[in-house]
Structures are given as C-alpha cells and as structure tokens.
C-alpha cells in the first residue's frame, strides 16, 4: 500500500484529471493507493473538484507553498511508502509503478529524471540551472540528472525528521534531494517523460531560483559546511593567482596587494570552514 500525495495550488482544470489518471494506474498495476491531495489555499475549486472525487484533502487556509503542502500531505498520509506526483498533469502517472519496483530493491528514494522537448529552456534559464546543478553535484559530489523533479517514491518514516531543513517553496525537491544524498542515503533515477502543463506556472523564474540557490546554500552550511568554504576559498586563490600574474605583467604593486588578500582570505576562509564543520559534528553528537 503506498500514499500518493498531489498539492495543488488552483488547478481545479487539473486536478479531476490527475485523480483519474493514479486511479487507473493504481487498478491496472494493483498498487492499492490512497490519494492525498492538499489544497494550498486555492481561490478556485480545486479542492471540490478533488473532494468530489472521494479522495483524501487537506485544506490550507492561505497559500503557503508548494514545499509546505507536500509536508501537510505526507504528515496526513496513512502509509509510510509515499509517492509526490504534481498536480498539473506534466508527470507521466503511468511512469509511477516503474519508480515502485526500483525503489522495492532497497532505496531509500528514486526519483524521475524528466526528458522531452517541453523541457528545453531559454537561455538565461539554462544558465541558472547549470548553476544550481553545479552547485548541488559539487556538494554531493555525484552526478544528478534532475536536482528538483516532482515525481519521487520515498519512506514517510525517513523524510520526516528532515522537515526541519527543508523548504516550504518550490525548492523543497531540491533540498530533499541534498538532504537525503549528504546524509548517505540511497539515492538513485529513472528515466520518465514530461508533459505540457494544463494551465499557467506558478514558477516565478528569477525569485524562485533565488530561493533555491539560498536554500542549497543553507543545506550546504547545515550538512557539509566545509564545502562552501572550500569553494569560496577556491575562488580567493584563483583571483591571488590572476592578480599575482598581472603584478608580474604590468609591473604594479597594487595587483601584488590584492593577490595577498586574495590568499590571506583563502586561508581564512577554509580555516572558517573547518570551525563550522567542527561544530557541525559538535552539534550532531
């Protein structure tokens, strides 16, 4: 028996059709599920819509974000193997019974890699999300095909004491993907499809990659603190090396100078790193 929870934020156009779609996959593949939907403070009738369905709700008075209605359903869910699928029909439902006999094998979560033309992104989007990418590989320190997919299969029992740490927006997958891979649990991807979404996004590009990027970093303080500092660090060394290059070049004392502080701050920077890592372990024990 699993818990599918699906939050959704006005998609009352959608959300019929989601129920539908896990309720046919359940019966075809006898997955026995209960669905979960949480209703993050729709203005529409998106929790009727799913009500009329006879599925569980779980209502917020206002909109909190997508990371906080994920929470509020996985706490109501009444089995621990927990499925997260969205609700605006962009995730192949059929792809779920494929991620359930991956994770049968002993993963503590699987999780769908997303591939098709709907995925192709603008420039500077592509940009952002190299970033990012590069950001939580480097901290991780594996290759992630897909740092923030919203189709997951994962133990209620093992998320929970996470929540904490976790981020109530948009960035919940991607702190749950770090959380979960800096603290060695099993992780691994399955290759699925992706679809067009059935009415608008509710991603706001510019401000939601810059709560991603706040929410990595703070993973990255709270679970391995030594690698953002070893990365800062890095940086203060190539700009010592950059500028102890043009003192030589162009004969001046000024790129001299700013070379020293560049690897006096390297040198302060990684001693910093390992004081947080100290009180890291200080703090777990």
Known sequence: MISIVI???NEQHAIGRSIDD???VSADHGLGCEIVVVDDGSSDGTAKAAADRGVTVVRHPHNLGYG???KSGINAASHDTIAIIDADGTYPVTDLPKLLDVYARGFDMVVGARSGAVLKDSI???ALR?????????TAGRDIPDINSGLRVF????IQPYFPQL???FSFTTSMTLAYMMTARFVTYVPIGYG???GETKVRLFRDALRTLQYIVQSIVYFNPTKIFLLLSAGCLVLAVVCAAASLAISTSTAAIVGFIGVVGALGLFGLGLVADLLRQIMRK
């Open 7 to 9: 939050p959704a934020y």
């Open 22 to 24: 896990v309720r046919k």
């Open 68 to 70: 906080r209605a994920l």
């Open 124 to 126: 500077f989007k592509s």
């Open 130 to 138: 190299r970033i990012l990418t590069f950001l939580v590989e480097f």
């Open 155 to 158: 133990d209620k029992r093992t």
């Open 167 to 169: 981020c109530d927006t």
């Open 196 to 198: 067009t979404r059935v």
